[in-house]
C-alpha cells in the first residue's frame, strides 16, 4: 500500500522540443528524476496558462552530458587545438558526430528550411 504513496508515474508527458510522449517515474517522495527538463513557470509564460514545460532525456540533453563527463574522466578535456593523430581529439570528433544533433541544433533547423 505504501506504493502508492511512495512511487508515482506521471503519464504521457509531452517532449516540447521532439513532441515524443513518454511516462515520468517520479522517485522517491515525488522528485523527478534529473534527465528530464522540467518547469511549470516556463510552461506557464511560454503558454500564459499554468502548463508543464517537459524536454525528454534526449533533448534536455542528458544522455550527451553523462557521455560527456564520461570523455573527460576518460580522455580529458579537447585538446586547444584539433590534431589529426590525436586520439584524444579523435575521440572528441566521434562525441561531435553522435551528439551532431544536439551540439548543432540550430544549424540543423536552417538545414529543414531548406
Ligand atoms: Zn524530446
Ligand atoms: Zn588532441
Known sequence: MTDIMTKKVLKDRVCAVCGRKFDVDLK?????????FFSDTLGTSLTGSKTEYWECENCSGYIAERVKEWMIKYWGERCLS????????????????????????????????I
Open 28 to 36: 522517491e517522495g515525488k522528485v523527478i528524476p534529473e534527465k528530464y
Open 82 to 113: 584539433f590534431n589529426d593523430e590525436c586520439a584524444c581529439c579523435k575521440a572528441w570528433t566521434c562525441y561531435d558526430y553522435l551528439f551532431e544533433e544536439f551540439n548543432a541544433a540550430e544549424k540543423s533547423h536552417t538545414l529543414d528550411d
